[in-house]
């Protein structure tokens, strides 16, 4: 479930040796399957583990996730990187925004996820979002722009070179197209 390097376990091992006995860590999910989501690490006492958490051994400690977090982080990874501005934990988790779907899943399903774990991910950084309307008879995927987006000249650029090259390459056979649901029309938070 989670991929803790070697570097990270030894961190790990130092901190905890600091804490009470048996005192292991806890990797969690704030508002998990939303875009809001945050990941985290945090101590985990004994007393603290719950029946129902997950405990993944690790060299020296055990890592703890709880119910709700288990599912969004599949194929999560925490490293320890040092270079020439410090040390710095990492916790990449791919599958926090969104629950990864099983690849028989429904083909609206699969793509709600590629939107919320790599193509949303990619319009954040310019305040927009996509979200997936409809699949036509026809095998197009209709999808709606938001946020920054919206009223963006550079909407069929993203659409047609970017989003749609991505969904055709990961579901060859299965989808057509892609289409934009939105009227872009200029509005205040739009880019230029």
């Known amino acids: 479930m989670i991929n803790i390097s070697e570097s990270a376990q030894a961190h790990f091992a130092k901190l905890l040796e600091k804490q009470e006995p048996d005192t292991n860590i806890r990797v969690f999910v704030v508002n998990p399957g939303t875009p809001g989501a945050e990941c985290g690490v945090s101590y985990c006492p004994p007393d603290a583990v719950e029946q129902t958490d997950t405990v993944l051994e690790f060299n020296g400690f055990d890592a703890v996730v709880d119910q709700e977090s288990a599912p969004f982080l599949e194929e999560a990874e925490i490293d320890f990187v040092t270079d020439q501005m410090g040390s710095q934990l990492t916790l990449k988790a791919p599958n926090a925004k969104a629950r990864k779907v099983d690849e028989?899943?429904?083909?609206?399903?699969?793509?709600?996820?590629?939107?919320?774990?790599?193509?949303?991910?990619?319009?954040?950084s310019h305040g927009g979002k996509v979200m997936l309307m409809e699949i036509t008879e026809d095998g197009e995927a209709v999808l709606q722009f938001g946020g920054g987006c919206n009223?963006?000249?550079?909407?069929?650029?993203?659409?047609?070179?970017?989003?749609?090259?991505?969904?055709?390459?990961?579901?060859?056979?299965?989808?057509?197209?892609?289409?934009?649901?939105t009227e872009h029309q200029a509005g205040e938070h739009s880019y230029y």
């Open 151 to 181: 009223g963006c000249s550079m909407v069929d650029v993203t659409l047609k070179d970017g989003i749609e090259k991505q969904m055709l390459a990961a579901f060859a056979g299965e989808l057509t197209g892609v289409k934009d649901a």
């Open 104 to 124: 028989d899943a429904p083909l609206a399903e699969r793509i709600s996820y590629m939107i919320e774990a790599e193509i949303n991910p990619q319009l954040a």
